[in-house]
């Protein structure tokens, strides 16, 4: 007796792409068809520094909030243009809206939060409130 066993030929490449693409921003199966950037987040004792790189966005593409200690960073990156007599053989740049959630590691004095967007790179910095910086405490006495 003979047994057929049938085998998916797009398990390999699935299982390839999932592994070339995983943290780069691009979803298996989407085609590069959405967006979402990657982010450093870094502390010191004075303050924690968050770093998203957002190439082609303008400030005005951009939204940050800070609500009950967790970072909100929001936005939406349009598609290039394509240009009329161009097909693609491929697209993997990333668009649409996006959105990325963080819980800050402690304590920032939200009102002192200062943002830079510089060559496609944000620059959060997010002062610790004077409660949760360190301070050192004089020993009185002899």
Known sequence: MTMLTFRDPFR???RLHRELFSGLG??????GNCFSPAMDVSETAEAVTVRAELPGLKREQIEVLVEDGVLTLRGHRKAAEREEGRSYHRRETGEGRFERRFRLPREVAADAIEATLS???LELTLPRSEETRPRRIEVKGS
Do not use: L
Request: avoid cysteine; charge should be negative.
């Open 119 to 121: 060559d496609g790179i």
């Open 12 to 14: 390999d490449f699935d």
């Open 26 to 31: 691009v979803r298996p199966g989407s085609s």
